[in-house]
């Protein structure tokens, strides 16, 4: 007889410790399949010391195939589930699709950025959900300021020292926190030549910091805050973002470069396409985390509304302590549904909460006990180590040299804008050109794209390498870097047609032409040829070459497959000779700075 086959989609803390125990539990007498973006496991409450240099970013992520004895680990993201065929369809890192078929489902797939609708956001601001976004922050951080310290304009030198974050709940509290202690450490090395620093600003619409948590804890994070020199601003948001700064609800303007987007999380869009009851966006389960009606679907973490039995009539709060807490009630429970053990209900006892607030500052209120200052810090510091399952030596010893030798700021530039969008459905994953995205259900596959048909309700608007929205669908499959068709209605014209001018100085904006990781230059080997351009006579003495269709190497004029390295040695034979009066193909890589069409240099990613 077979053994039952047990899928869980998400490795996040509910679908990390679900799979951890039910390793322990099922001891060789189940298959267990956890299906996962990424290879890691990822420590969330430590992200915010990634982003300011404290800990380096393999510190906060442990291996799934090293510390999940007996499961079978598979690298993809769920399109979409079919509970009468029991199957899951899921696309891998590569573009390949797969399925899973299942005996027991456990749904664990988390959360994403939470979106509101305030003109410009999306474009403008970045969030601070996956290791990704920290690594884009700190660089992104990093650079504002140097450049900040280069310019002699005051009103440019202001614009780039000003971080705007947004949402002063455990997050965006601690993003602002950490942030003010980083770049305050960078000025005191490199001082600015208009004598000004740099700015914080955390802005909410709810009347105090950490408004879900104990009222002691707000006024302590609100102290250090302060203490430090950040602007916190209670009942004020954002009412629109443009390329110059922000517009706040008060009729103030802010110019700034920087938008960090800390508002919130929903649970992740794939519960949506199951057609099951739903409250507040989540998958409605009972005490025992089972999907009423369908016993062999299990649900926990952010995607699952838990009815809370300490609290009749309310439900758990989406937190890393209850999700962690969910894995291991869901486990047995799944256990218990295979004949392992027996079945139990989900009931919890607040053990407090911590904020880690940098330095030796911290809020927190282990057992209801309220703390602050440097015995806070150490009872935030231990318990991150105690509730970490890896690294914790690691973890440590970063701690050690943090606290007596300086940080090094450097941007590393290894994550563009453009890869970590705002309304992204993978903040975990870093978006890469030609990398295929996820449909909604309500979006129909385009010819040959190689969509899954009836994919869950994850998938975004596709955007090209600027970060723009691009109408249409899904990038032509054979266009160098996942770049969209060049007729599209909407597509971006070239960067050298009159009306295009590049973006100047944007957060988000696009990322300079032939740098690493930007759009394929023009008239490159693999890239399509300009168009509209002038011709000229041929030199004298020139032979014509060969027609298109004489041409010997004419099978591999289309672009390079998408994933092929961009640095690669082209052919002996290029194909199609490029327009006349046009440079000779060179290296995509370009040896130095772009020249822009206003005569300036292009800055990257700012």
């Not at 006024?219 to 602007?231: F, I, K, N, S, W």
């Amino acid at each position: 007889m077979s053994r039952p086959r047990i899928v869980i989609v998400g490795a996040g803390f509910a679908g990390y410790r679900t799979a951890r125990t039910l390793s322990r539990l099922t001891r060789h007498q189940a298959d267990i399949t956890l299906l996962n973006p990424t290879d890691y496991f990822l420590y969330l409450p430590l992200l915010p010391q990634v982003a300011a240099g404290i800990l380096e970013p393999r510190r906060v992520t442990v291996s799934l195939s090293g510390s999940l004895p007996r499961v079978r680990l598979v690298l993809g993201e769920a399109d979409g589930i079919d509970l009468d065929a029991h199957t899951v369809r899921y696309t891998g890192p590569e573009g390949g699709e797969g399925t899973l078929p299942f005996d027991r489902l456990v749904l664990a797939a988390g959360s994403v950025n939470k979106l509101l609708p305030i003109p410009g956001v999306a474009e403008r601001a970045h969030g601070f959900r996956g290791l990704p976004e920290a690594l884009y922050l700190r660089d992104h951080v990093t650079r504002q300021v140097e450049l900040a310290a280069a310019t002699r304009d005051r009103e440019e030198c202001a614009a780039r020292c000003t971080f705007v974050v947004v949402g002063a709940g455990y997050t965006g509290t601690e993003v602002a926190a950490h942030g003010a202690m980083y770049t305050d450490a960078q000025v005191r090395r490199h001082p600015m030549r208009t004598g000004m620093r740099p700015r914080w600003m955390l802005l909410d619409v709810a009347p105090r910091v950490l408004p879900e948590m104990d009222e002691r804890l707000s006024r302590t994070a609100d102290r250090v805050l302060r203490q430090r020199g950040v602007d916190v601003r209670m009942g004020t948001s954002v009412k629109e973002a443009t390329h110059d700064g922000v517009v706040l609800t008060d009729g103030t303007t802010v110019d700034t470069r920087t938008l960090v987007w800390c508002v919130g999380v929903r649970p992740d869009p794939l519960v949506e396409s199951l057609g099951l009851p739903m409250e507040s966006g989540r998958l409605l389960v009972d005490p025992h985390l089972q999907v009423p009606g369908r016993p062999e679907l299990f649900a926990c973490g952010d995607v699952a509304a838990v009815p809370d039995l300490t609290r009749p009539g309310q439900f758990t709060p989406m937190t890393a302590q209850h999700a962690w807490r969910h894995g291991k009630v869901c486990a047995q429970n799944v256990a218990a549904s295979l004949g392992i053990g027996e079945r139990r209900p989900y009931r919890h006892r607040d053990l407090g909460f911590v904020v880690d607030l940098g330095g030796a500052k911290a809020a927190a209120n282990p057992l209801g006990l309220p703390m602050s200052g440097p015995a806070a810090g150490a009872v935030t510091r231990g318990y991150h180590l105690a509730a970490m399952p890896g690294n914790r030596v690691r973890v440590a010893a970063d701690w050690v040299l943090d606290a007596v030798l300086p940080r090094q700021a450097v941007q590393l530039g290894l994550v563009r804008s453009w890869s970590v969008p705002l309304e992204s459905a993978s903040p975990e994953v870093a978006r890469v050109p030609g990398r295929p995205e996820r449909r909604g259900e309500d979006e129909a596959p385009a010819a040959g794209s190689g969509g899954a048909p009836g994919g869950g309700a994850r998938g975004k608007v596709p955007e090209g390498p600027d970060g723009k929205q691009q109408p249409g669908g899904e990038p032509g499959k054979k266009q160098a870097g996942g770049e969209t068709g060049k007729k599209r209605q909407g597509a971006e014209p070239a960067k050298s047609q009159p009306g295009a001018e590049p973006a100047k100085n944007q957060p988000g904006g696009e990322p300079a032409r032939n740098q690493p990781g930007a759009e394929p230059a023009r008239n490159q080997p693999g890239a399509e040829p300009a168009k509209n351009q002038p011709r000229t006579p041929r030199a004298a003495g020139k032979p014509r070459p060969p027609g298109k269709a004489d041409r010997p190497g004419q099978a591999r004029k289309t672009t390079r497959a998408a994933g092929a390295s961009r640095s690669a040695r082209p052919p002996a034979d290029p194909g199609p000779e490029p327009p006349e009066n046009q440079p000779a193909p060179g290296p995509d890589i370009a040896p130095g700075p772009v020249k822009r069409t206003d005569g300036r240099t292009a800055e990257g990613d700012s």
